[in-house]
């Protein structure tokens, strides 16, 4: 989605245009680093509007930390005394509504801990490994001193269709019992300086070993809500907000824990105020190409990892659904009112926060628990002897500390996560027919491919119908569009497979750079397809073809792409060597970060797994799956660059190296050069003696025989003439109905009989795209409806047909595409309008 970064002015905000320039990130991340937020929203469906309040805590850029006379050492016992105490004891949060302009709050009686309610935390995957915990190096240790032509240091943070009404220091020092994470010596030396008191207070809370993980929630929360002591001057531009405190010169001694008010605003970008399929309100963050800033203020770069917690006030009858480890129930606050609580304690982007309000119905059958428990017993006899070894191999992580599942020896053995499915009540039944049986397939092949799930749950969300895409993971959550549900069960596994497999590749393992997209996208689209044939439990030669075929189908598209697009755009590695760096600051610009046309690519998808299968091809299925898995267990919870990746495999196939394969080479041929890679061009031959494809060819012949006769016999059928088609499979299908595009002319029976033969309205999404392909292309007027419907409901895909019915110029083509896009305009993605918007206006 996000390409090619180069370093930011600071001058350049006033000359971005947000609707047509790249995507700054503005946060000098370099300074400070987020490392949790505390939000408190409030959900107004009538005004369209998130009514918020942000506390921020704040680390000091590892290169700008005091030497303290205590080191770590020295407040571990402290801790760990703090842990045991109160390991036991829960600490649940009860939510007031707090008014948006208010200059106090009252904190002693919002938090309780540890007052017999039950634990409201997940039990799996807590345990954590005992690495001591580290900072996250900047670029630079210098400071901006003169941001604005004065020499007050400049908190910025990335910040976008946002009201922002107050923003002030928090007081972390009155919350009672606080003194705690502070020894008695270091209050002494600091205690003529509050700032620096509070400053403590907080690098103490932010650094609680990963076992204190309650407490540190339960702390986070009682700090959040703690009184103001001093409100701090701000500005905001178009993309950022500006913070500073007078005389405060340095980050060190800039407040690490502030408090921000604000509201967005109903046409912000983060979020999505739509209705879903049952004509219910709902909003959702889709994927914006600015992330989650026109939601909240934060660090968009990758580098500030956080966490957060998030308590959320709706009106009853609505379902809050979010990236948290926790599947959290709702509270009543008040007649009418319901507040709900999520958590994570994994350090994430803050790009990777998601949410989702709506009428929303959780979708439940009967036999799903024994069916997932017989799933978990037969897998864990179907490891791979490779990876079950490889399993129980005891390494440190090397992560920053959070309670980790790889150290979790029971999160080890869990084959199948808890899983939730939700949906508009029109759509229950579907889903319980098709998704609700592939979710613990999926999840189970995921498993048996890669090992420890990294998150302890998952929700899976059927979104409204102006999602542009066919899915969409987050941490604990993933978003699939309504289009992968009608047609069988392929198209429905293959991309939940895909959006799991970016649990791993996406979510627990970063890019560290925005450009390099492939390390997420590719490995995704990679992994779908093995996910997938062992989710149906296919033969190694049901395997092979049905990869294959897939393989020729993602060739035929990575061809016409970079036919079609710019040669800058197909790069997947386009700074080459600069690829990671910052600027002083840590803020950077991502080229083309608001191309509405580039959400639509996807070379970034294609070329990367092109790579990834070829390297597997040269290694052996079996040795590159071994090196994924280890992979995957150093790098969790890290950002890593391709040579990371490309490094660590070489090392694991020395052969490789000896034949002449290097970083630099794959470097120069698939990363750093548009087009079609060399190597690829070389193999794309092959795909078509595979049987699958071979059967395809001979349908082919087939239809176009038939449409030769009835062309040159005009209306006149014979029984005797009649052709018997096989049955095809779903790619099998889409490839047919490829190839068929490719003659110059298809009569109107031939069509008909098609769409019969093939019972085109019952298949997936992908064939009857392909199917209105056809019917734009041979101006089959009788498919014309089938052509509405498929814009109407499966926008995920539509928007290049729009393209398609305005180039050949017919004038009922173009009226169906301006109806069609009348229709549906206000309820579509904003991308999406826009791109096809151009086209037909």
């Not at 109806?819 to 309008?833: G, I, N, Q, V, Y």
């Amino acid at each position: 989605m996000l390409c090619k970064t180069c370093p930011v002015d600071w001058n350049m905000e006033t000359q971005l245009d947000p609707m047509k320039d790249d995507l700054p990130l503005m946060a000098n991340t370099s300074y400070m680093l987020v490392k949790h937020y505390v939000l408190d929203l409030d959900m107004d469906f009538k005004s369209k509007v998130v009514e918020g309040i942000i506390v921020l805590f704040f680390e000091t850029g590892s290169q700008y930390k005091k030497t303290s006379s205590t080191g770590k050492e020295g407040c571990q016992s402290h801790f760990d005394e703090t842990c045991k105490i109160r390991a036991s004891e829960p600490c649940h949060t009860l939510l007031a509504s707090v008014s948006a302009c208010s200059s106090k709050m009252e904190y002693n009686d919002l938090a309780v801990c540890g007052q017999g309610e039950e634990d409201p935390f997940d039990k799996n995957g807590n345990h954590s490994n005992k690495e001591q915990a580290s900072g996250i190096s900047s670029s630079k240790d210098y400071c901006d001193t003169e941001n604005h032509g004065n020499k007050d240091f400049l908190l910025v943070l990335d910040c976008c269709d946002l009201s922002v009404l107050k923003v002030e220091e928090v007081d972390v020092a009155a919350v009672s019992g606080i003194e705690k994470f502070t020894s008695s010596a270091k209050l002494n030396d600091v205690s003529k300086d509050m700032g620096n008191t509070r400053n403590q207070i907080v690098h103490e809370l932010v650094t609680l070993p990963a076992d204190c993980w309650k407490e540190q929630l339960c702390y986070f929360t009682r700090c959040s809500q703690a009184p103001g002591c001093g409100e701090l001057p701000f500005t905001t531009g178009t993309w950022s907000l500006e913070i500073r405190k007078p005389g405060i010169q340095t980050p060190v001694d800039f407040p690490h824990a502030i408090r921000i008010w604000y509201k967005t605003k109903p046409e912000g970008r983060s979020v999505t105020w739509t209705t879903d399929q049952s004509g219910r309100p709902c909003v959702y963050t889709m994927g914006s190409p600015i992330n989650n800033r026109a939601l909240f203020p934060c660090q968009e770069p990758p580098v500030a990892l956080s966490t957060w917690q998030a308590s959320v006030r709706t009106a009853a009858g609505f379902v809050v659904l979010m990236s948290g480890e926790n599947s959290a129930e709702p509270v009543q606050l008040q007649e009418g009112v319901l507040s709900w609580y999520y958590y994570v304690t994994m350090p994430m982007p803050a790009s990777t926060f998601t949410i989702a309000v709506g009428c929303w119905q959780e979708v439940k059958q009967k036999s799903q628990q024994s069916f997932t428990a017989a799933v978990q017993t037969n897998t864990e006899f179907s490891l791979p002897s490779s990876q079950a070894g490889f399993r129980w191999h005891e390494e440190i992580c090397s992560h920053v500390e959070y309670p980790c599942r790889f150290q979790n020896p029971a999160a080890r053995l869990e084959a199948v996560i808890p899983y939730r499915v939700f949906a508009p009540s029109c759509l229950m039944e579907c889903c319980e027919e098709r998704l609700l049986q592939l979710i613990p397939q999926c999840l189970s092949a995921a498993y048996t491919t890669l090992g420890t799930h990294p998150f302890s749950r998952l929700d899976v969300l059927i979104v409204p119908s102006n999602f542009s895409s066919l899915g969409m993971a987050s941490p604990h959550i993933i978003f699939l569009s309504q289009s992968v549900l009608p047609g069988g069960s392929h198209l429905c596994g293959t991309r939940l497979c895909h959006e799991i497999a970016h649990a791993w590749f996406g979510l627990a393992i970063g890019a560290r750079d925005w450009t390099e997209e492939w390390i997420s996208e590719g490995f995704a689209t990679f992994l779908e397809d093995i996910f997938w044939a062992r989710a149906q439990q296919l033969s190694h030669d049901e395997e092979k073809g049905q990869q294959e075929l897939k393989a020729l189908l993602r060739w035929r598209r990575l061809r016409d792409e970079v036919q079609n697009s710019e040669e800058e755009l197909q790069v997947l590695r386009p700074k080459k060597e600069s690829t990671g760096e910052l600027s002083e600051s840590g803020a950077s610009i991502i080229k083309y970060g608001l191309k509405a046309e580039k959400a639509f690519m996807q070379v970034h998808y294609l070329k990367g797994y092109f790579l990834l299968r070829s390297l597997s091809r040269t290694m052996g299925e079996a040795s590159y799956l071994t090196s994924l898995r280890k992979f995957v267990h150093k790098f969790h919870g890290q950002l890593v660059l391709s040579q990371d990746f490309l490094c660590m495999l070489l090392e694991d196939n020395p052969e490789q190296k000896e034949s002449g394969l290097t970083v630099e080479s794959i470097f120069q041929n698939w990363l750093d050069t548009s087009g079609i890679p060399k190597p690829l061009l070389q193999e794309s031959e092959t795909w078509k003696d595979c049987q699958l494809v071979q059967q395809v060819s001979g349908e082919v012949t087939k239809w176009v025989q038939t449409n030769q006769r009835i062309r040159k016999s005009g209306r006149k059928k014979r029984r005797q003439d009649e052709v018997i088609f096989q049955k095809l499979l779903p790619d099998q299908l889409v490839l047919l109905l490829e190839s068929l595009l490719e003659e110059k002319t298809l009569c109107p029976r031939i069509l008909q009989c098609l769409k019969k033969t093939y019972q085109i309205q019952k298949q997936d999404a992908e064939v009857r795209h392909r199917w209105c392909e056809l019917v734009v292309k041979y101006k089959y007027v009788p498919g014309y409806g089938d052509v509405a419907k498929f814009l109407r409901e499966d926008q995920a895909m539509g928007v290049y047909l729009y393209g398609e019915l305005m180039v050949n110029e017919d004038a009922k083509q173009q009226e169906l595409a301006r109806k069609c896009f009348a229709a549906a305009r206000d309820h579509m993605d904003a991308s999406s309008a826009k791109v096809v918007a151009e086209m037909l206006f």
